[in-house]
Structures are given as structure tokens and as C-alpha cells.
């Protein structure tokens, strides 16, 4: 049998974080252009998996919401997303090795309707990759406690040692044992009691984190389990207190690490247990392969879920019924509410034209014109996705997924707001276009001065400020300011 003492080999893989919006190909891909090798950027996975493992655990935590990877920087070039996700463990399963996937929450972040929404589809999807254990992050508990019951109870795979909705937890059980192969696992979920402060919700009710593995580690113990797992929605520093006083187990998977899983997986100051780190948004999962061998007894891979993963037509199933709901719904249904923007109310950039005939011109050339037409073109569309429009259209807060008043609101109502238009970067216009048609030249001269001219009147940062509300991380990862601005300079 493994021996959990030993220390655990790693591979070294690139980091590229990835958006939390559904997969979209911002432009039509260049057919001359050569796709990058997932290998050569993200290096080789199980080069010494060579064989069969006893029990592979499979790991992850903190989604964040993040669905899907947006693709507006290319989806070859970012990591993660629910389909891929389940390719790899069909795979897995594929080669006959025994797999269990456990996830330590933290599945959302954010609030209302969408959130809402993206949990229990998520939590479907767990369900369909055959996920044993998944565990709550403070986000999660955050939701109402009907849209929470709903996508738990549903799913019947979640756990919670100290986190219990309403006054008994209403049966959400506070381990899970199964049997994996030959082997035996017992995992249990906690909430830290730092993380708990972060948690206001009537409707939820906490034990210390210590006081219920008091509780829990003595029944798990009957369980007489191979291997012990604990999924703590906290800090390594916290989990380490924590497993200190435990040493039962062999795994904890922690929440609050690095964006990236490290190298490798340390052990516990002072113990045997093996702290392991996901990362953050989904972009990696952790394998931990269980061997009878006694030089290497368990094997650690750090899986980037990039596009060597073909999508799973499973969750595309799942992520159409995740639109069509968004779209039945609506901006109201969904809970939104349009906001004064200070800069008063916009015109469409076609109002520019009048005046500013070649830069509108240049504008229509680029891809930020076509902006709103790529999300129809999506599979499935996603034009009433309130994370992709807001940077997809002109006149919503790409950063909050909120309209402004007079800001696109569909196709067929603002056709001229569609497109990422002049007034997302230069400020609504319906106020400089009105008064360059009137006589008063003093407001004239006040409102040109008032939305900044990009090109002219602005400083370098102030206008990288603006493209990166959209060209965030997330959404372009290998965003370069002088790069960018040659291709659409005007």
C-alpha cells in the first residue's frame, strides 16, 4: 500500500488566467496562424504516471465563477472552463484508473440572479462529472437559502462540517466515505472561522472550524478509511492549525492560496498531511496519484485545463440551458437595473460620423465594431449574457455587468449602441452632439473638453486605465497598451 509520508515529485507549468464569462472567439481566427502546442506552453502532464494507480484524487476549488473562459484573447491561449474540466476526467476514467473528484467550494462569487443561476448550473455539472464531495465557500453561502437548498439537494453531493443552513443543516451530511477501487476515502468540509465573518446570512448558522472536527474526526475514524481528505475553505495558515490538531488526515485542500497551484505539495510543519493548493478560477486541477510503491507512494500533477482539453458536449448542453435561461429572464428578470452614467446619455457612435468622419471610419475596421455581433455568432449566442455584453456593447459598466440609462438594451431596441462603440472609452455623447448642432459655443468648448478627447487630451495611463477596464486580466492576458492602440489609433 502508498505510504503518505513521502514527499511528492511536481512539473512546473505556466500561468494564464482566464475570465469567467462563456467561451466566446472574439474574431474570426487567422487560418495562417499557427495554433500554439498546449504542450509546448503548458509542458507534458503524468510523464511518470507510468502505472495504473490504486486511487487518483482529483481536486479543485475556488471556480469564482468562472464558468467558462472567455476566448476574447483566443481560447487556445487560456486555461480552464466546466467542459474541459470534464473531458479530462473522462479521460481518466478512460484509462481505467479509479477517480474521485472532490471539490472545496468557493464555486461562485458576486450576487443575484446570475449568481444564482451559475451555482446550480455549476453544481449540475459537478454532478455530472461524478464529483463525491464538494464542500461551501463564503460566497456561496451568501445566496439565498432557497436558490442554495435547490442546487444542493438536487446535486446530493455536498458536505459541510460546520456550516449549516437553517438550525440542523436540513440533512446536508457532514462527511462522505466511498469506495474508490480498493481503496477506501473519508472526506469532511469545513468553513474557517475567519471565512465566517465574511458570511452574513440569517439563514446559515456556523460551528467553529475546530470544535466540528472534534465532532467528525472520531466517526470518521469508524469509518476505518484509506485515506482521510479534508476540504477547508481556508487559508493554508488556517488549515495547518487546524491539521495540527488532526493529524488524521492525509490531503487538505486549501482555499486563499496562490492564483497558481505551486510546484508541489508541502507537507503540514511538524505532521504528515500534505496541504494542497488549486489556484484560483478553475484554470487548474490537481491530481494526486495513490501507489503501492514504497519510493513513491503518491504522485502530484498540476493539470492546466488548457485546449489540449476538446470541449465536453455534455456541458455544452449545460451552458445552452445556462443562456436560454439568461435570455428568458431578461436584463429585469435578472435583477438590473440601469443607472444615471455622470457623463449624461448616448447617442451611438454613427452620431459621431458627422464630425469625425475618418476616425469613425477607422472604428468600423476594428474588431470593437463587431463586438456585439461575435457573441451571436457564439455556440451557444450569449448577446443576453450580462458578463459578455457589458464589454460587448456600448454603454454598460464592464466591470459591475450593469447598463447605464440610454445604454444598449437588444439588437432591435438600440441597434446603434451595438458594437464597443466611441462613447465606451470617450463618455456618452447625446449632450456634445446636441450642442455642436446649436450655437453656443462656450458649452461646445465645455462638453468636447468634458469627454476627453483619447488621442489628444488625455494622459498615456488614463487612456490604458480605460482599455483595461475590458482588456482586464481575465479577458486579455497578454494585453500590451502600444500594441494594442496601433491597431486601432485614430
Same mark, same amino acid.
Request: hydrophobic share 35%; charged share 25%.
Given at each position: 500500500?502508498?505510504? @503518505?509520508?513521502?514527499?511528492?515529485?511536481?512539473?512546473?507549468?505556466?500561468?494564464?488566467?482566464?475570465?469567467?464569462?462563456?467561451?466566446?472567439?472574439?474574431? @474570426?481566427?487567422?487560418?495562417?496562424?499557427?495554433?500554439?502546442? +498546449?504542450?509546448?506552453?503548458?509542458?507534458?502532464?503524468?510523464?511518470?504516471?507510468?502505472?495504473?494507480?490504486?486511487? !487518483?484524487?482529483?481536486?479543485?476549488?475556488?471556480?469564482?465563477?468562472?464558468?467558462?473562459?472567455?476566448?476574447?484573447?483566443?481560447?487556445?491561449?487560456?486555461?480552464?472552463?466546466?467542459?474541459?474540466?470534464?473531458?479530462?476526467?473522462?479521460?481518466?476514467?478512460?484509462?481505467?484508473? +479509479?477517480?474521485?473528484?472532490?471539490?472545496?467550494?468557493?464555486? =461562485?462569487?458576486?450576487?443575484?440572479?446570475?449568481?444564482?443561476?451559475?451555482?446550480?448550473?455549476?453544481? $449540475?455539472?459537478?454532478?455530472?462529472?461524478?464529483?463525491?464531495?464538494?464542500?461551501?465557500?463564503?460566497?456561496?453561502?451568501?445566496?439565498?437559502?432557497?436558490?442554495?437548498?435547490?442546487?444542493?439537494?438536487?446535486?446530493?453531493?455536498?458536505?459541510?462540517?460546520?456550516?449549516?443552513?437553517?438550525?440542523?443543516?436540513?440533512?446536508? +451530511?457532514?462527511?462522505?466515505?466511498?469506495?474508490?477501487?480498493?481503496?477506501?476515502?473519508?472526506?469532511?468540509?469545513?468553513?474557517?472561522?475567519?471565512?465566517?465573518?465574511?458570511?452574513?446570512?440569517?439563514? !446559515?448558522?456556523?460551528?467553529?472550524?475546530?470544535?466540528?472536527?472534534?465532532? =467528525?474526526?472520531?466517526?470518521?475514524?469508524?469509518?476505518?478509511?484509506?485515506?482521510?481528505?479534508?476540504?477547508?475553505?481556508?487559508? @493554508?495558515?488556517?488549515?495547518?492549525?487546524?491539521?495540527?490538531?488532526?493529524?488524521?488526515?492525509? !490531503?487538505?485542500?486549501?482555499?486563499?492560496?496562490?492564483?497558481? @497551484?505551486?510546484?508541489?505539495? $508541502?507537507?503540514?510543519?511538524?505532521?504528515?498531511?500534505?496541504?494542497?493548493?488549486?489556484?484560483?478560477?478553475?484554470?487548474?486541477?490537481?491530481?494526486?496519484?495513490?501507489?503501492?510503491?514504497?519510493?513513491?507512494?503518491?504522485?502530484?500533477?498540476?493539470?492546466?485545463?488548457?485546449?489540449?482539453?476538446?470541449?465536453?458536449?455534455?456541458?455544452? $448542453?449545460?451552458?445552452?440551458?445556462?443562456?436560454?435561461?439568461?435570455?428568458?429572464?431578461?436584463?429585469?428578470?435578472?435583477?438590473?437595473?440601469?443607472?444615471?452614467?455622470?457623463?449624461?446619455?448616448?447617442?451611438?457612435?454613427?452620431?459621431?460620423?458627422?464630425?469625425?468622419?475618418?476616425?469613425?471610419?477607422?472604428?468600423?475596421?476594428?474588431?470593437?465594431?463587431?463586438?456585439?455581433?461575435?457573441?451571436?455568432?457564439?455556440?451557444?449566442?450569449?448577446?443576453?449574457?450580462? $458578463?459578455?455584453?457589458?464589454?460587448?456593447?456600448?454603454?454598460?459598466?464592464?466591470?459591475?455587468?450593469?447598463?447605464?440609462?440610454?445604454?444598449?438594451?437588444?439588437?432591435?431596441?438600440?441597434?446603434?449602441?451595438?458594437?464597443?462603440?466611441?462613447?465606451?472609452?470617450?463618455? +456618452?455623447?447625446?449632450?456634445? !452632439?446636441?450642442?455642436?448642432?446649436?450655437?453656443?459655443?462656450?458649452?461646445?468648448?465645455?462638453?468636447?473638453?468634458?469627454?476627453?478627447?483619447?488621442?489628444?487630451?488625455?494622459?498615456?495611463?488614463?487612456?490604458?486605465?480605460?482599455?483595461?477596464?475590458?482588456?482586464?486580466?481575465?479577458?486579455?492576458?497578454?494585453?500590451?497598451?502600444?500594441?494594442?492602440?496601433?491597431?486601432?489609433?485614430?
Amino acid at each position: 500500500m502508498f505510504n @503518505p509520508t513521502r514527499a511528492i515529485p511536481a512539473l512546473s507549468l505556466v500561468y494564464l488566467v482566464f475570465s469567467s464569462y462563456p467561451a466566446v472567439q472574439a474574431a @474570426p481566427p487567422d487560418k495562417a496562424a499557427k495554433r500554439p502546442d +498546449p504542450v509546448e506552453q503548458n509542458g507534458p502532464i503524468f510523464q511518470d504516471w507510468t502505472t495504473k494507480p490504486e486511487l !487518483v484524487l482529483v481536486l479543485t476549488g475556488e471556480q469564482l465563477g468562472y464558468i467558462e473562459p472567455c476566448g476574447c484573447a483566443g481560447l487556445e491561449n487560456q486555461k480552464g472552463g466546466l467542459r474541459r474540466r470534464h473531458t479530462f476526467l473522462k479521460q481518466l476514467a478512460k484509462k481505467g484508473w +479509479p477517480v474521485m473528484a472532490l471539490d472545496n467550494g468557493g464555486l =461562485i462569487r458576486r450576487f443575484g440572479v446570475e449568481a444564482e443561476i451559475k451555482y446550480r448550473k455549476t453544481a $449540475e455539472g459537478l454532478k455530472l462529472m461524478d464529483y463525491k464531495a464538494v464542500g461551501f465557500g463564503t460566497d456561496d453561502l451568501k445566496l439565498p437559502a432557497g436558490a442554495l437548498l435547490s442546487a444542493v439537494f438536487d446535486a446530493d453531493i455536498f458536505i459541510s462540517g460546520n456550516a449549516m443552513l437553517f438550525d440542523d443543516g436540513v440533512g446536508i +451530511p457532514r462527511f462522505r466515505t466511498a469506495q474508490i477501487g480498493g481503496m477506501k476515502v473519508g472526506v469532511t468540509a469545513v468553513v474557517s472561522d475567519r471565512s465566517q465573518k465574511q458570511v452574513s446570512n440569517k439563514d !446559515v448558522k456556523f460551528m467553529p472550524a475546530a470544535k466540528a472536527l472534534d465532532e =467528525i474526526v472520531p466517526d470518521l475514524k469508524k469509518a476505518k478509511c484509506d485515506v482521510y481528505v479534508l476540504l477547508a475553505y481556508a487559508t @493554508p495558515e488556517e488549515t495547518t492549525e487546524l491539521v495540527q490538531k488532526h493529524p488524521l488526515f492525509n !490531503v487538505a485542500v486549501v482555499a486563499h492560496g496562490a492564483d497558481e @497551484p505551486p510546484h508541489e505539495a $508541502e507537507k503540514v510543519k511538524g505532521g504528515e498531511t500534505f496541504l494542497v493548493e488549486v489556484g484560483h478560477k478553475g484554470m487548474y486541477a490537481i491530481a494526486l496519484g495513490f501507489y503501492d510503491d514504497k519510493k513513491t507512494p503518491i504522485r502530484y500533477q498540476r493539470v492546466p485545463l488548457d485546449h489540449r482539453f476538446t470541449d465536453s458536449h455534455e456541458i455544452d $448542453e449545460l451552458m445552452v440551458g445556462y443562456q436560454d435561461e439568461l435570455k428568458e429572464l431578461g436584463w429585469s428578470g435578472l435583477g438590473l437595473r440601469a443607472a444615471p452614467h455622470p457623463g449624461g446619455k448616448f447617442a451611438g457612435s454613427k452620431s459621431c460620423a458627422g464630425c469625425h468622419q475618418n476616425e469613425y471610419d477607422i472604428w468600423k475596421k476594428t474588431p470593437h465594431a463587431l463586438a456585439t455581433e461575435t457573441l451571436l455568432h457564439a455556440k451557444p449566442p450569449r448577446q443576453f449574457d450580462p $458578463e459578455c455584453i457589458s464589454c460587448h456593447s456600448t454603454g454598460w459598466n464592464p466591470q459591475e455587468y450593469f447598463p447605464y440609462k440610454s445604454g444598449f438594451e437588444s439588437l432591435k431596441g438600440t441597434p446603434l449602441l451595438a458594437g464597443n462603440g466611441c462613447e465606451n472609452c470617450h463618455g +456618452p455623447g447625446a449632450e456634445h !452632439v446636441a450642442a455642436e448642432r446649436g450655437k453656443d459655443q462656450s458649452l461646445q468648448r465645455k462638453l468636447r473638453e468634458a469627454l476627453g478627447h483619447t488621442a489628444t487630451g488625455a494622459t498615456k495611463e488614463a487612456q490604458r486605465d480605460a482599455c483595461m477596464r475590458c482588456h482586464d486580466l481575465d479577458n486579455s492576458p497578454k494585453f500590451d497598451f502600444d500594441a494594442y492602440w496601433k491597431k486601432v489609433k485614430h
